[in-house]
């Protein structure tokens, strides 16, 4: 039988057997969909890399609609690599404040100071330079290349799994590298010369049709070739996802007049280099906490509440036992009136009272 690329054809694909995907049937109608329908998103009128750079930083495991708040104000206060790679720690996590996971800040100003040094303050241009980038993986180098440059690579995220996996009934487990790396593989040929147009239908196509729980197949533009539609939440296979570890912490609010303790963290470790309430690991007894309060902050004048929060981070969970005292004397100059210009992460916010 004569074979076109309208026509089925069978192929061996991750040894089982598939409808070959062509530019023709699936990326051709991908980016056509896309033109129509794509999201208005502020880095979306843009073609300075840095700035799409930053919203990609930000996208990484942030929803769209968080990152939306945060944008604007961090381009507008760190305009240019130059402008982020002379802020000074405080100034870019006050700025990162919310968004969570911090070392991805860090990161990106690493990055930053390494264009400013090794490329002369140009934004480099290619995957393969993006990706030497401090912090940059391969997901970001390929979006940031097709989105700024339409270098022809897929950039493979969750998104991109989901619908991929759904288009071909995909029997992998996409949590492992080997599958990721096996995707990229076949979606490689697939990228068109609007690359930049093609891996953000993908984030829209996952994010308004191809959903994780209730995909509007009779919507999409890839149904014809879907091989997963008739039962498209089985795809993608995951492999059960293991416990994260829980850690109990004690946590202590303190007041001496109108201000209030916060300490900086150690500069390495989780949430590395920011400012926190003082707190320790383990669950102190109510005897216990006034003895470290006492014997490290002041004298303790009343115990006003006791209660639990709890913090969940990617891969770990802390169960906090929130001590709040009032002092009627201090022995460290640790205390402030005004928390609010001090970067203080989301876990230790939500401890107030
Ligand atoms: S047809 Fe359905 S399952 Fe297949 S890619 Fe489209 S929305 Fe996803």
Redesign the pocket.
């Given at each position: 039988m004569k074979q076109n690329f309208f026509m089925f054809a069978k192929s061996t694909y991750f040894g089982y057997t598939k409808h070959m995907l062509t530019q023709q049937n699936f990326s051709k109608p991908l980016v056509a969909w896309y033109k129509q329908h794509k999201r208005d998103l502020p880095w979306r009128n843009t073609k300075d890399p840095y700035a799409i750079f930053v919203s990609e930083i930000m996208l990484q495991q942030t929803r769209v609609e968080a990152v939306k708040k945060y944008y604007a104000p961090f381009i507008q206060k760190f305009p240019t690599t130059k402008a982020l790679s002379n802020a000074s720690q405080e100034e870019l996590l006050r700025a990162w404040q919310g968004l969570g996971y911090y070392r991805r800040a860090k990161n990106l100003q690493r990055a930053c100071m390494q264009i400013e040094t090794e490329y002369n303050g140009q934004f480099p241009t290619t995957q393969k330079e993006l990706s030497l980038l401090y912090g940059v993986g391969l997901y970001t180098s390929c979006a940031v290349a097709s989105i700024c440059f339409n270098e022809r690579v897929p950039a493979v995220d969750g998104n991109v799994l989901r619908?991929f996996a759904?288009?071909t009934a995909l029997p992998d487990n996409v949590l492992l590298e080997k599958t990721k790396q096996n995707v990229y593989q076949q979606l490689l040929p697939l990228v068109p010369k609007e690359a930049g147009s093609f891996n953000q239908a993908f984030m829209d196509l996952g994010s308004s049709?191809?959903l994780p729980a209730n995909?509007?197949?009779q919507h999409?533009p890839?149904?014809s070739v879907?091989k997963?539609?008739h039962n498209?939440t089985a795809f993608p296979v995951r492999e059960k996802k293991q416990n994260k570890p829980a850690f109990h912490k004690t946590v202590a609010i303190l007041y001496y007049k109108d201000a209030i303790c916060i300490e900086k963290r150690k500069d390495d470790g989780l949430l590395a280099g920011m400012y926190a309430f003082p707190n320790l690991d383990g669950w102190l007894t109510e005897a216990e906490a006034t003895a470290w309060v006492e014997k490290n902050f002041g004298d303790v004048q009343a115990l006003t509440q006791q209660y639990h929060k709890k913090h969940i981070f990617t891969h770990q969970i802390w169960n906090m036992r929130v001590y709040v005292f009032t002092l009627s004397s201090i022995k460290t100059t640790s205390f402030v009136p005004d928390i609010s210009a001090y970067p203080i992460p989301t876990a230790f916010l939500k401890c107030l009272p």
């Open positions: 619908v759904r288009v049709i191809c995909p509007l197949c999409c890839l149904a879907c997963g539609k498209p």
